[in-house]
């Protein structure tokens, strides 16, 4: 039985009987890229996602369509065929 660097194990198929795997995995996603200096992880994501959704878009909301038409005071265009 063998494990290399990426994490892969590899045995015979004949031990399979004898191999119990329960594995406990816990991993870290980074988002980005370090070398440009964007990077963040999933608490980052949630925190971005917060930031626009409770701050960005409700200052925003006036420019953004409602379901009853259009909230701006020029017509919508109108589509021909």
């Known amino acids: 039985m063998t494990l290399d660097d990426d994490g892969i194990m590899n ?18 996603a980074t988002f980005g890229d370090a070398l440009d200096g964007i990077e963040c992880d999933e608490a980052g994501i949630k925190q971005i996602f917060e930031f626009v959704t409770n701050s960005v878009i409700p200052r925003f909301a006036r420019f ?18």
Do not use: C, D
Not at 64 to 81: D, I, V, Y
């Open 64 to 81: 953004f369509l409602s379901s009853g038409g259009h909230s701006g005071t020029r017509p919508r265009p109108q589509a021909t065929l």
């Open 11 to 28: 045995f015979p198929l004949a031990m399979r009987s004898q191999v119990k795997l329960h594995p406990e995995i816990t991993f870290n």
